[in-house]
């Protein structure tokens, strides 16, 4: 089975080929960020407007690296959320009217299952149950996953997304733009334990998994004034260190609470965040885990994770509807505690 898969969900412009949800023939990611450097984060309407401008070419490459013609590809599938509404609706058009054209299956697909599904790509021997950790620009969950599409949420941040977290602190230190990667290189020159940030006490009851990310960041921030008086400790990189080991602290003492409750020892990462070198080092040294984490081209929006997460549902003979719209929401996936319910 083979899948050509389309992701316009935010900034990142891709189209990949994949055979049997495993094996990536081509892998094309055209990336905005030169567009939306001058803002320090993704405008929305250029976003969509650049999707408009690339998307043929980015799926003509995709299918030119992949060796294959239209003949070759079995389904089209693309995100159809959560994201933004209407960079969303160029790639899921676009994927909609090719599969129409050549009367070809079409499934839209879910980025946070696909974020979750990329390690899939990779690794044969990843056996459910395990616990899901998407940590990305726009969400950061723990979820109990059962199957490629059963995920039991069971907790989300109440407040910023974490790599939100560090696009937001390096947007106001002028430490670079993506964040996540800029303040990862300044910390690897810094001293984590120069500034001490608190941690949000959220852990009781109903907010046991809960994350938040909004008071660390406003922290941050607030010791901007003292850091351009360029006095003793308050440099770059020691910010740098310190926020980021403070935003993996938040994460992992959830993640490693929820491998304790549940008794479930393998953890999958995914989302542009797993990229961070600290994170992974830091999940390395608790050794009740098996952590699995995708390659760094795989932690960040690509189609190829489109394409693999699309492959178990249309083996099982799923295909959606042509009216399958866009939406920025995130799924009602089942919740740990029912007061979380999202609806759509
Ligand atoms: O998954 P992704 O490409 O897009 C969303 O679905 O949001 O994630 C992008 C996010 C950005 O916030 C970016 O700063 C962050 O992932 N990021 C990182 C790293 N690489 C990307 N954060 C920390 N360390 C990194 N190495
Ligand atoms: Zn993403």
Same mark, same amino acid.
């Not at 905005?32 to 320090?40: D, L």
């Not at 079409?106 to 395990?130: K, R």
């Not at 994170?279 to 690509?302: E, I, K, M, Y």
């Given at each position: 089975?083979?899948?050509?898969?389309?992701?316009?969900?935010?900034?990142?412009?891709?189209?990949?080929?994949?055979?049997?949800?495993?094996?990536?023939?081509?892998?094309?990611?055209?990336?905005?960020?030169?567009?939306?450097?001058?803002? =320090?984060?993704?405008?929305?309407?250029?976003?969509?407007?650049?999707?408009?401008?690339?998307?043929?070419?980015?799926?003509?490459?995709?299918?030119?690296?992949?060796?294959?013609?239209?003949?070759?590809?079995?389904?089209?599938?693309?995100?159809?959320?959560?994201?933004?509404?209407?960079?969303?609706?160029?790639?899921?058009?676009?994927?909609?009217?090719?599969?129409?054209?050549?009367?070809?299956?079409?499934?839209?697909?879910?980025?946070?299952?696909?974020?979750?599904?990329?390690? &899939?790509?990779?690794?044969?021997?990843?056996? =459910?149950?395990?616990?899901?950790?998407?940590?990305?620009?726009? &969400?950061?969950?723990?979820?109990?996953?059962?199957?490629?599409?059963?995920?039991?949420?069971?907790?989300?941040?109440?407040?910023?997304?974490?790599?939100?977290?560090?696009?937001?602190?390096?947007?106001?230190?002028?430490?670079? =733009?993506?964040?996540?990667?800029?303040?990862?290189?300044?910390?690897?020159?810094?001293?984590?334990?120069?500034?001490?940030?608190?941690?949000?006490?959220? @852990?009781?009851?109903?907010?046991?998994?809960?994350?938040? =990310?909004?008071?660390?960041?406003?922290?941050?921030?607030?010791?901007?004034?003292?850091?351009?008086?360029?006095?003793?400790?308050?440099?770059?990189?020691?910010?740098?260190?310190?926020?980021?080991?403070?935003?993996?602290?938040?994460?992992?003492?959830?993640?490693?609470?929820?491998?304790?409750?549940?008794?479930?020892?393998?953890?999958?990462?995914?989302?542009?965040?797993?990229?961070?070198?600290?994170?992974?080092?830091?999940?390395?040294?608790? @050794?009740?885990?098996?952590?699995?984490?995708?390659?760094?081209?795989?932690?960040?929006?690509?189609?190829?994770?489109?394409?693999?997460?699309?492959?178990?549902?249309?083996?099982?003979?799923?295909?959606?509807?042509?009216?399958?719209?866009?939406?920025?929401?995130? @799924?009602?996936?089942?919740?740990?505690?029912?007061?979380?319910? &999202?609806?759509?």
């Amino acid at each position: 089975m083979t899948i050509l898969g389309i992701e316009t969900s935010c900034d990142e412009c891709a189209a990949a080929v994949v055979v049997d949800g495993k094996k990536i023939l081509s892998n094309v990611v055209a990336t905005q960020i030169e567009a939306h450097r001058p803002f =320090y984060g993704v405008v929305p309407e250029i976003a969509s407007r650049k999707h408009l401008e690339w998307i043929t070419g980015v799926v003509k490459q995709g299918l030119e690296e992949s060796g294959l013609g239209f003949d070759g590809i079995d389904a089209i599938a693309a995100t159809m959320r959560p994201g933004l509404v209407g960079s969303l609706l160029v790639g899921l058009s676009f994927a909609k009217a090719l599969a129409w054209t050549l009367g070809k299956p079409f499934l839209g697909i879910d980025h946070i299952e696909a974020h979750l599904y990329a390690v &899939h790509l990779e690794n044969d021997n990843i056996t =459910y149950p395990y616990l899901g950790v998407l940590v990305s620009g726009g &969400h950061t969950l723990i979820a109990r996953v059962a199957n490629f599409d059963d995920f039991e949420v069971m907790g989300t941040t109440i407040d910023d997304a974490c790599g939100e977290a560090f696009d937001k602190v390096a947007k106001f230190y002028d430490l670079g =733009y993506p964040g996540g990667i800029a303040i990862q290189k300044l910390a690897e020159k810094g001293n984590p334990t120069a500034f001490r940030f608190t941690k949000p006490s959220l @852990h009781k009851g109903e907010h046991k998994y809960d994350v938040s =990310y909004s008071g660390l960041k406003n922290a941050a921030i607030n010791q901007l004034d003292l850091f351009w008086d360029k006095k003793s400790s308050k440099t770059a990189e020691n910010i740098a260190a310190s926020f980021q080991r403070t935003a993996v602290d938040i994460l992992l003492s959830r993640v490693f609470a929820a491998v304790r409750d549940t008794g479930i020892s393998t953890v999958i990462f995914g989302g542009g965040v797993a990229a961070n070198t600290y994170l992974r080092g830091s999940v390395a040294q608790n @050794h009740d885990v098996r952590a699995v984490f995708p390659s760094l081209s795989l932690c960040t929006d690509n189609a190829a994770m489109i394409a693999g997460a699309a492959y178990p549902r249309f083996v099982r003979g799923q295909t959606s509807d042509m009216q399958v719209n866009a939406s920025a929401r995130v @799924h009602a996936f089942r919740w740990h505690k029912p007061k979380k319910l &999202h609806k759509e």
